[in-house]
């Protein structure tokens, strides 16, 4: 079984935990009342949920999910820098190296 019990839940607009969703329940599905246990409770200041459970099932989620925006934005991301390499190429030529060096010198420091 995975962590956190295997469990799928939702989000609310409230941001408190439900199983299932509301628009995904069937209608032979025993209704639940909608309401978060008590240990899915978010911290008001950390964000973090009260189970560690439930914690870890979110990590697991959140680090599923988001990969595919990350991908997208690194390649986003390096295809703009290829793009202001070829500016650099196309307005100064004659300092298109340096300009280079010193971008990939600033972006290697940054990142």
Sequence with gaps: MPEGGGVTWHRTSTGQATNPPPERRTAGAPRTS????????????TLR?????????WRQHDNHSSLGRIRLTL???LALY??????DLAVAPEVAF?????????????L
Aim: proline letters at 7%; glycine letters at 14%; aromatic letters at 10%.
């Design 34 to 45: 909608g309401r978060p246990v008590p240990s899915d409770r978010l911290h008001p200041a």
């Design 49 to 57: 949920f009260d189970s560690a459970g439930t914690e870890a099932a």
């Design 75 to 77: 390649g986003l991301a």
């Design 82 to 87: 290829a793009l202001f390499a070829w500016l």
């Design 98 to 110: 340096q300009i280079g060096g010193i971008r990939i010198g600033v972006c290697s420091f940054i």
